[in-house]
């Protein structure tokens, strides 16, 4: 049996119901279903003298508008990568609490540098002024914003060392 859509005898090109929704009319070129479609009007419907287009047209030929799955796994595969970049970055740049501790104790370690002398309750703002103003030039302040673990991490530092007297 012949395809008709295929065969030099087959529909021309028009106007026909689509075999996907009875409600539509889809435009055949042919050879194969368009994308186009538009609504069935009232007297399209009552004239029974146009053959339906199951009965004329193949409905294999229909479109299909189907995402490819490779497309599928690589936009989740491009998700995933900028996540874990994302991450990364964001990891990298907050100063961390051994960041701090790190910092703290090589501070208290400068030769000349002296006992520390400062109440307890102090230590927050010797931190945060330290990892401003570097005064020792010890690589690992965080400048302006150290962040809360990286001051946790120096007051720990500078409570354990021997120079520190409260």
């Known amino acids: 049996m012949t395809d008709p859509a295929r065969s030099p005898a087959g529909p021309p090109a028009g106007w026909y119901p689509d075999p996907s929704d009875n409600l539509r009319l889809r435009w055949w070129d042919g050879s194969t279903w368009g994308y186009q479609t538009r609504p069935l009007p009232p007297s399209y419907a009552a004239d029974t003298s146009r053959p339906a287009a199951h009965s004329v047209l193949p409905a294999a030929h229909m479109p299909q508008r189907r995402v490819k799955p490779w497309l599928i796994l690589g936009g989740i595969g491009i998700v995933?990568?900028?996540?874990?970049?994302?991450?990364?970055?964001?990891?990298?740049?907050?100063?961390?609490?051994?960041?701090?501790?790190?910092?703290?104790?090589?501070y208290m370690a400068v030769p000349n540098g002296g006992n520390l002398i400062v109440p307890v309750s102090f230590l927050p703002k010797v931190c945060g002024g330290i990892a401003k103003s570097n005064p020792y030039g010890v690589p690992g302040a965080p400048g302006a914003n150290p962040g809360a673990a990286w001051v946790r991490g120096c007051e720990a530092a500078i409570k354990a060392s021997p120079n520190f007297l409260p």
């Open 80 to 106: 995933v990568l900028v996540t874990a970049l994302i991450a990364l970055v964001a990891r990298s740049a907050t100063p961390t609490y051994q960041q701090g501790y790190n910092y703290a104790a090589k």
